[in-house]
């Protein structure tokens, strides 16, 4: 089975408007996803990435407009500035590393995680729900079919935060300066704009494979 890896942090919007991208592209091709959540905030400074808040105010909104153009164009909710997106420096630092342990708790259990993250982007993104506060994850988790209640448990358990811990180390080292990434055989693929190109990467994988 092919394996394809995501790099990303449960606030990314771009993570978000991918996702049924991504859920189709898994399902056609058959391939074996992985979610990897990072610290986006540890890693993104030392592979050449510039988070939102750092930068220039042309660059800032410019992301709105493309943000809005791509809304508009998969007919997807989103709200440009939802009320849970920290516009200046979160008083929690961790606010936006709870709902990626509870998707890699999920991946733990062997379940399929994508929903379950998808969801709980969408709770922010679209919905304008806290997903740093545990009895936000634990309800979206539950209202897609999962036990919320165990899964935040899980979060800040040793093997979960050693996971968290090894996603962070392997995006430095593969290059990831963004979110999201998808890495295939190797290659990059930086956002959710090029998830064609990796549709098309997997046709010729399969293909080289006799898949």
Same mark, same amino acid.
């Given at each position: 089975?092919?394996?394809?890896?995501c790099?990303?942090?449960?606030?990314?919007?771009?993570?978000?408007?991918?996702?049924?991208?991504?859920?189709?592209?898994?399902?056609?091709?058959?391939?074996?996803?992985?979610?990897k959540?990072y610290?986006?905030?540890?890693?993104?400074p030392?592979?050449g990435?510039?988070?939102?808040?750092?930068r220039?105010?042309?660059?800032?909104?410019?992301?709105?407009?493309?943000?809005?153009?791509?809304?508009?164009?998969?007919g997807?909710?989103?709200?440009?500035?939802?009320?849970?997106?920290?516009?200046?420096?979160?008083?929690?630092?961790?606010?936006?590393?709870?709902?990626?342990?509870?998707?890699i708790?999920a991946?733990?259990?062997?379940?399929?995680?994508?929903?379950?993250?998808?969801?709980?982007?969408? %709770? +922010?993104? @679209?919905? =304008?729900?806290d997903?740093s506060?545990? &009895? #936000?994850?634990? !309800?979206?988790?539950? /209202?897609?079919?999962?036990?919320?209640? %165990? +899964?935040? @448990?899980m =979060?800040q358990?040793a093997?979960?935060? &050693? #996971?968290?811990r !090894?996603?962070t180390? /392997?995006?430095?080292?593969?290059?990831?300066?963004?979110?999201?990434?998808?890495?295939?055989?190797g290659?990059?693929?930086?956002?959710?704009?090029?998830?064609?190109?990796?549709?098309?990467?997997?046709?010729?994988?399969?293909?080289?494979?006799?898949?």
């Amino acid at each position: 089975m092919i394996a394809l890896d995501c790099y990303y942090s449960l606030s990314s919007p771009w993570a978000y408007l991918g996702g049924p991208q991504l859920q189709d592209i898994v399902r056609r091709h058959h391939v074996k996803l992985t979610l990897k959540p990072y610290d986006f905030q540890a890693v993104v400074p030392q592979t050449g990435g510039i988070p939102l808040k750092t930068r220039p105010e042309a660059r800032r909104t410019y992301h709105a407009l493309e943000l809005e153009r791509w809304r508009d164009y998969l007919g997807m909710p989103l709200v440009l500035e939802p009320a849970h997106y920290p516009k200046g420096a979160p008083s929690d630092r961790d606010w936006n590393k709870y709902p990626g342990w509870m998707v890699i708790a999920a991946q733990l259990q062997g379940l399929d995680a994508q929903p379950l993250s998808h969801a709980l982007l969408r %709770a +922010l993104w @679209a919905e =304008e729900r806290d997903t740093s506060d545990a &009895a #936000v994850r634990i !309800a979206v988790a539950d /209202e897609n079919g999962y036990d919320g209640a %165990a +899964l935040q @448990a899980m =979060e800040q358990k040793a093997e979960t935060q &050693a #996971v968290y811990r !090894a996603y962070t180390a /392997e995006a430095v080292d593969k290059g990831v300066f963004g979110s999201p990434i998808f890495i295939l055989d190797g290659e990059r693929f930086w956002g959710q704009d090029r998830l064609v190109f990796l549709d098309r990467a997997i046709d010729r994988l399969r293909a080289a494979r006799g898949a």
